[in-house]
């Protein structure tokens, strides 16, 4: 089988590629180039029959939904309900974490019903089963990799970058680490003490990328858990491991981009997304919030939609959202849609910063509806229509351009209204 | 009466001003330099008993909620609730918008009750009993000021920049002209055809502002209600005024800072606030927001939480909250709760980027509660304890230290856990 990078060298463009260049506003050849170049990534297992997205430079700002099974909680019309709220609320990708349950019936559900890009931590699967992680092995963890790759799962999320020879540094951490992936491999390391056997077998994995045209996704096994841990000896040491395996990726024509923190305060997000994109030759960043102080718990959607949002500005290209229920439970259903639409927001506010043009269409016609008093139309273009009509108390529908509007905020002194008396 | 920057020119010094110095970690010297070269400002009626809070250059970022009745909603033990959950999520300041109901006898129990920062805008109380904006006149303005000055008011905002020759370039914008005291004195000037009398009696007002120590708000009528008119001719023009103002209140020796937009798209936010701090030399500034996107009503104190963190970033000081019913409805409890910290989360963030050592140590005994499993210390450094307990779903307390942890995200795949047993 070939790549979708094979198909494009070739001269081959897919009709998809056509679809996204028209959808991103940009030309065919230029998305085409950025693919080769690895700067832009789509997502696409060739088993899987959906509509792709690209994600990277010059793209739109992408956002992706973590969801999934846990031994206390499997009950997959429940996971597949997040699912279609994430859709809903704007995210552009999940990712099935789950741990528990028929976990092979639960993704095909996915891809049948919800057509969307998926992604998958294939050490999550892996372990099940396995007492500890030292009995992992790389036998065990191809078969997962082969088995998702079959059922369809579009990029997956490889802890190859975590070495040896970073364990001391993570050890001075506050924090130390907080990645289960991290920790599974750490773990493994120092009881066998012998180098990572994703790094020494990484080739074996790439081999099944490319038969399934699978993206790789470097995890950060050493991502901060905590803004005092941020951009350390730890976290830069990682990527340098993972710059290399990027251009690993390349040569075999893998398409490939990279997951990045998690804990960085203000100060430290832009030196955080230069060095990924300097160590990683430009490939796509994927970062996980990141949040901007430690005790927002219960508000994390918001410090993640802070640092989301200037780790985008600053370069970033697809953000794993952050619920506020991070750090102290299973995110529910309506926690899923609180985090997506953060990070939507975040993702939108960087996308008209840059003058994309649909941003700006949809930004100005609810000003203008606004200037209208057009209800109707500020319902269809508000991020949540739900939550919209919920908080105006809306009582009657059909009160497009009626100034006699609903919000209570102001009544007669509503400034718009003055103004428009005259 | 003198003011405090008489006082601190003679070389008094307040016991309060020692007290706001240790509380920000600077020396008295430089806190006074500060005040009286007008880049810090102490809000403080000379006849408000309390505990003032420095707002500007090298303090902490501070937060402020607006409350206050409106004719179709007028309960004063509501509003007062809204002032200590504003107070308790962590507000350093209210402002009381009301414009229905008993105000005065309102203002009384805000000074008695809650020991916070005051501000109002006049123009709203003016407006009350007069049958439209054409009838007000600068002595019943001053008539307001004076009252609400008696009631220990310690920062007020004045429309008094917004002038005439501005008024055609807010005509050429999507969306006028937002600020309810901007399109009073924007209908007020069409009727008369004659310059603000905000600004052609600027000296009256600053009369008062001396004898009983307000600050001056000037507020900015023009601010742009849509990121369309963000930066634009209006909002610039009216600014320059400003900057006039700034010198007039300083030449009086009255404690003046800036209001600001809005809403504002992420690109022109630094331009904004550096413009503002050179226009007005250094006068601090408070902003509403601003607002990175049109479209997110429901979530606007998440856009403008991303919009808050940036303009704090690049030197704005004072914060305005932004509810999630902003657009749509009066805030209730909750939406207070929910929008003050939304703004603090931005605040604290960049009082952290900052190396501010509070925010340092909370930060880092947050992470260290985290890998010590200790809840309990979690659930008391936790930006909401309320929410933090909700979300946790603790059934049981006195858990401190107790690696078998209530929260359900990842059960024994929690990172933490697995390399604490190494």
Known sequence: MSTLIDELQQGNTPDFINRIAADEGIDVRTLTDKIISGRVVVCRNNRHRFDPIAIGEGTRIKVNANLGTSPTQCDFDNEIGKIKAAIHSGADAVMDLSIAGDISGFRKRITGECNITLGTVPMYEAMIGVDSPEQMNIDRFLKVVRKQAEEGVDFMTIHAGLLRKHIPFAEKRVLGVVSRGGAIMVQWMR???????????????????????????????????????ANDAAQFGELEAIGELVQRCRAANVQVMVEGPGHVPLHLIEENIRKQK?????????????????????Y?????????????????????????????????????????????????????????????????????????FDWEAQERLAIDKGKFCKYLEKVESGQKGDSEHPCSMCGDWCAIKRIRKH
Chains 1, 2 share one sequence.
Do not use: K
């Open 191 to 229: 009881h066998h003490q012998r180098e990572s056997f994703l790094y020494e077998h990484f080739d074996a994995i790439l081999e099944i990328a490319r038969e399934y045209d699978i993206t790789m996704s470097l995890g950060d096994g050493l991502r901060p858990g905590c803004t005092a841990d």
């Open 278 to 298: 300097a160590i990683c030759d430009g490939a796509p960043f994927y970062v996980l919030g990141p949040l901007v102080m430690d005790y927002a718990a219960g």
């Open 300 to 372: 994390d959607h918001i410090a993640g939609a802070i640092g989301g949002a200037l780790a985008a500005w600053f370069g970033a290209d697809f953000l794993c959202y952050v619920t506020p229920a991070e750090h102290l439970r299973l995110p529910t259903t309506d926690d899923v849609r609180e985090g997506v639409i953060a990070s939507r927001i975040a993702a939108s506010a960087v996308d008209l910063s840059r003058q994309n043009p649909r941003e700006i269409r949809r930004n100005l016609e609810m000003s203008e509806a606004r200037n209208a």
